[in-house]
Structure formats: C-alpha cells, structure tokens
C-alpha cells in the first residue's frame, strides 16, 4: 500500500501535465477568435504594444477604463514572446487554469495527504465544462481566479490550518496575490477573500489572526496596487471615479447593472458549468457526512471549502450584474470538496447515488448524440452542422459514440479509477467541437476573422475603416487599426464621451458628411453585424460593394470610384 501511495505521487502529477499539455496547450491556436470579449482582450494589449502607454488601457485608440491593465499586460508580454496571433493571446489564461489545478494539487495533498485525492480535485477542476472552456478563451476571470485561489491558500496556511505555524512570508505572499488580483479585476479581489476568510477565522475561535496577521497582507496588497493606482490617476484623473462607481457599484447592485440577471440564474447554469461532476455531487455531499473515514483534523479543512463555495456564490447571485464566468472562483473549492466527498462515498461502499449520478450523465450525452444526429434524419429546423461540413460532423459523431460509452462504463463499471476517468472523458464532445470541429455557423456569427482578413489587399493605410459595435474590436485587430469611425458606441461609449474623441462617433448627419468630404480621397469600408443602420446603407453611393459572409456584411467604396 505505501509503494502504491508513492507511486501515486510520482505518476498523478505527470498524468494532469499531460491532460493539460494535450486539452488546454496544444488546441490554443485552433480556434478563430471569437466576438466581442476575445478580441477586445486581444486589441487592448496590442495597442499597448504599439502606442508604449502601458498605464491607460485604450481600445481603438479610445479610453477604456472596466479593467485594470495586468490581464492586458499578461497578454502583452506573451504576444511579445509569441507574437500577435491566437496562441498567444490566450496562452496566460490556459496557463492560469493549469497552475490553478497545480495549487489545487499541492494543497489537498498537504492537507489530506493523499496523492490520490489531491489529483482527483486536480482532474475535476481541469475537466468542469466552465474551467476548460474559460481556460481556452481569451478572457481575464482565470487569472483573477489563480490568484484568488493562491491567496487564499497561502493566508489559510499561514494561519496554520494543517497544524504547522508559517512564517510571515505565507501572509505576505497572501498580500502581494490579492493585489495582483485587484490589478486584474478591481475591488472583487478584495472581496471574495473577506466573504471567505473572516467566517472561517471566526468560527474557529482565530479571529485575533484577522489583524494580527490581516495588517500585513492589507498592507503588501496596498503596496502592490499602489504604483500603477498612482500613475493613472496622475494621468487619467476620472479613471477611479468611473472603475469604482460604474464598474463596481453599478454593476452589482444598480437596477440597471450591466448583465442584470434573476437571483437564480447562477444556480440554473450550474449544472451547465459543472458539467459532469455536478450530477456526482449528492454522492460527495454524502461521503463528506459520512464519519466512516473522517480525520479530525480535516474538519476545519471541509468547513473552509463550504464557506468558500457558498459565501462567494450567494454574493454574486445577489448581485444585480451577473455574468456565468463570475463564479469561477467557486470552482477550486467544489472541485476540492467533490474529490473528498467521492473518495469518502467510496471507501464507506456508497453505490446508490454515485450511479444515479452516472446515470444522469449518461442520459445527457446521449441526448447530445442525438442532436447530431437528428438533423441527418429527421427534418428538424435546426442543424449543428451543415452543407460542406461532413468530415466535422462525422467527427462530432464518433466522438459523441466515445464519450457515450465512457458514460456507459462509469455505470456499470466497479472500479473506482474508471469510473472516475470516465467521468472525465465525458467533455471530450465540447473539448473536439470548440477545437478541430469548430461549427461554421459559430464561425460565421462570432468569430469573423477570415472575413475580415478576405479585404487586407483592398485595404491601405489611408482608407477609412468604419465598424458597429458589434464587429470593431476585430476589425481593429485584424486590420492593425486603432483610428477606426463607429456608427454606434456600444462598450465604448465612455472612451467616446471625451472631446477629443468625440469625432470618431458618426451619427446618419456626420456620417453622411464624411463620405462626401472623403469623396475621390480614398477607399472606405464599413463592417457590420448582421446589416448596417438601414439609413446609413441608403447613403452609400450606388457603386458600394456588397460583401456577406454568415451574419457579417461588408460595404466596400473603392477609391477609384469615389
């Protein structure tokens, strides 16, 4: 059994570097960017890179203000590194979600000293349907998330949950992650920490340790901040009073917050995010009640996760804002949970609702391969894939075969490792599909680059580049253009209310007035999603070229003609 135990700890480690090597590394560069979050993530950086200003986020040269700059600076290095391309833009946050396991690994194995359920929490917390598919986009929350997790992890060691006093060097190492957090998404950084560190503090009687060890981590939290805080307020004097009112208050507690969304919406996507260990989590919930294979001294270990699950998810189900990837700092702690709870449910010989759970999964996959294969069938209104895209769609189909009968085997298989490898196997459908089996109508609705790049030829440095809301963020990275015209203000709306920017916005009358003062001039060119305002299109000359692809339309004024 030892020998067992320690080969565990040398082969789990290498067997999750290669999961996350081949599923979240390897496919980065597969997939088109997608509208609007990846390529706004995608833009800022590159702006940075080109204008020198790394203190003021910008975004087609217009003032951006939702986000601190360290996720762009993250991108900004890395495309530094590997150039300006897909790879890598979403390279920091791939790389996020894996040290975010990594920690999750070394924690449960410090704490419950068993390889095999730290790398169970490991390969959960990798094979949730929200961590792979945040993990794989060019967006910010993963970062947030890793260092959420991390902070929280070194504060609770230094406060010697395993027993074992630490250092100073844990609470600072705390401090310095959760300012790092905040450079990244603001205040929330500080937020999530509170909510889950003071209950627990005070339920186990060390609510002393919130100021004696809680001053120090305020203060290397301040210090981290501190400099860039001071720089862009020095340089941009409005930024604090628009980070803190519109993108915090507002946005989660205004009656019209941005993404306003019912109380419950949050809990409706879980089982959705969750994906496909939350139909496993009765059995977890059981096994953790059981008493069969309890250590005391994991007790106060399980009460932190509770919290940390619980108190973070409720806060921003309240809130008026929601948006699915807010809770994905609440993934660490139910992906912990869920690996204790299983091996527990396990070793007290539960059967029951571990195959209801399988069952349930089963019966969900299947559904899946049916919808890919209804429309081959059946005439059904709706397709997946369509015409020219057979090899995608057999692919889809074989794979969903695969993924059924890992589902099939984790219910009538006994063994404990299939069972749970199966039940990771069970997103290999999602991991294929938003890689190498990319739909084209996802392709032709959100991810508009081939399009885009179709009018590279037809496109100098003195045509006039105008977009919607929809599309500019990747018209400006395609075409490498930060001087773009809007005909509608969309998430810049803020960056155009300043005077200097005010002439980039074309309303029908400054619209109409550009093309006839451009007039013979040069080339322009308008991108929309879907199709333009129709009294802007009524204003184009008669020669304008119409280009479609999908819901993208381009209008086209070559200078010759003009």
């Known amino acids: 059994m030892e020998r067992s135990a320690t080969n565990s700890g040398k082969t789990i480690p290498i067997i999750l570097a290669l999961v996350f090597v081949f599923l979240y590394l390897l496919p980065l560069g597969q997939r088109p960017l997608t509208i609007p979050d990846e390529a706004r993530y995608a833009e800022i950086p590159r702006e940075m890179i080109a204008s020198g200003d790394w203190v003021a986020p910008h975004l087609v040269g217009l003032r951006y203000f939702e986000k601190p700059p360290l996720g762009y600076w993250a991108n900004a290095i890395s495309m530094q590194m590997f150039g300006e391309n897909t790879f890598a833009v979403r390279l920091p946050g791939a790389l996020a979600a894996g040290l975010s396991a990594l920690l999750i690994f070394v924690f ?32 910010l929350d993963n970062l947030l998330s890793l260092f959420l997790t991390s902070g929280i992890m070194a504060f609770i060691m230094a406060c010697g949950i395993d027993g074992k006093g630490r250092n100073s060097l ?29 209950p627990w503090l005070v339920w186990h009687k060390k609510a002393s340790l919130i100021v004696t060890r809680g001053w120090l981590a305020i203060v290397a939290a301040i210090l981290v901040a501190l400099p860039w805080s001071i720089l862009i307020h020095q340089q941009e004097g409005d930024f604090w009073h628009y980070f803190f009112w519109t993108e915090h208050v507002q946005r989660f507690f205004a009656e019209d917050a941005q993404h306003k969304s019912p109380v419950y919406f949050l809990a409706m996507l879980m089982p959705i995010l969750a994906f496909p260990w939350i139909s496993l989590f009765p059995a977890a919930i059981a096994g953790l009640h059981s008493t ?56 007290s010989s539960g059967r029951r609702l571990f195959l209801l759970g399988a069952l349930l999964n089963a019966l969900f996959v299947i559904l899946i391969l049916l919808a890919l294969l209804a429309p081959k069938f059946f005439s059904t209104g709706y397709y997946v894939y369509g015409e020219g895209e057979s090899g995608r769609s057999f692919l889809m189909i ?25 039940t990771a196997l069970l997103c290999l459908p999602v991991i294929v599909m938003s890689n190498i089996a990319f739909p084209n109508q996802a392709r032709e609705s959100k991810a508009p680059g081939d399009f885009i790049r179709a009018f590279h030829n037809q496109v100098t440095d003195t045509t006039l580049v105008i977009s919607d809301s929809a599309m500019f963020q990747a018209v400006a990275w395609y075409m490498q253009r930060d001087d773009l015209y809007l005909v509608s203000m969309g998430e810049v709306d803020y960056g155009l209310a300043y005077a200097d920017a005010a002439h980039r916005y074309l309303d029908a009358p400054a619209f109409k007035k550009l093309l006839d003062k451009n007039a013979g001039r040069s080339s322009v060119i308008l991108f929309c999603r879907l199709d333009c305002d129709k009294e802007l299109v009524a204003m184009l000359p008669k020669f304008a070229q119409t280009h479609r692809s999908g819901r993208f339309v381009a209008y086209l004024l070559p200078a010759k003609l003009l």
């Not at 609470?171 to 560190?197: D, E, R, Y």
């Not at 007790?299 to 699950?309: G, H, K, N, T």
């Not at 074989?398 to 199966?422: C, D, E, H, P, Q």
């Open 170 to 198: 844990y609470t600072i190492s705390a401090g310095v992650l959760f300012g790092l957090a905040f450079l990244t998404k603001g205040f929330l950084a500080f937020a999530v920490p509170v909510l889950v560190l003071v």
């Open 292 to 347: 069969a294979t309890e250590n005391a001294n994991e007790r106060p270990v399980i009460r932190l996760l509770w919290l940390w699950l619980l108190l973070p998810f409720l806060f921003f189900s309240v809130s008026s804002g929601k948006l699915a990837t807010y809770i994905l700092p609440c993934m660490p702690p139910l992906a912990m949970l869920t690996a204790v709870g299983l091996y527990r449910y396990f070793s």
């Open 108 to 139: 449960m194995k410090s704490l419950f000293n068993s390889p095999r359920v730290a790398g169970l929490a490991a390969l959960v917390y990798l094979s949730y349907l929200l961590i792979y598919l945040v993990g794989t986009l060019n967006v």
């Open 398 to 422: 074989v794979v969903s075969l695969l993924s059924a009968a890992a589902a099939v085997m984790v219910v009538i298989n006994r063994k404990t490792r299939i069972r749970l490898l199966g």
